[in-house]
């Protein structure tokens, strides 16, 4: 098992740039495929990118692909999700998950453990 909690969030104009850290504690991180997904008021939850064991695989929703970057480093327990150009239409809460399953997950079913979120504001 283990614990996720996200960091990073907070208010940021359109066109700006947010990091977002998810750190792990429990069972060894390196086992578990990373992802990130968000959801937005009174929509559904959605996937925004994904990370495999080792960091050497990444797949990226289209909303998202060149501007956002996942990466991690199981040294330190932890996943990262770089936002630049940031626009409105991200706002959201951001959540990290973590995967039983190998390979790059974009379904939230194939994910076993949640963190509590973090929030993301884009003014515009």
Do not use: H
């Not at 809460?93 to 994910?111: E, K």
């Amino acid at each position: 098992q283990v614990q996720l909690v996200e960091s990073g969030g907070g208010l940021v104009q359109a066109g700006g740039s947010l990091r977002l850290t998810c750190t792990g504690s429990g069972r060894s991180f390196s086992s578990y495929a990373m992802g990130w997904f968000r959801q937005a008021p009174g929509k559904e939850r959605e996937f925004v990118a994904a990370i495999t064991l080792i960091g050497g695989g990444t797949y990226y929703a289209d909303s998202v692909k060149g501007r956002f970057t996942i990466s991690r480093d199981n040294a330190k327990n932890t996943v990262y999700l770089q936002m630049n150009s940031l626009k409105p239409e991200d706002t959201a809460v951001y959540y990290c998950a973590a995967s039983n399953w190998a390979g790059l997950l974009t379904t939230s079913g194939r994910y076993n453990y949640w963190g509590q979120g973090t929030q993301v504001t884009v003014s515009s």
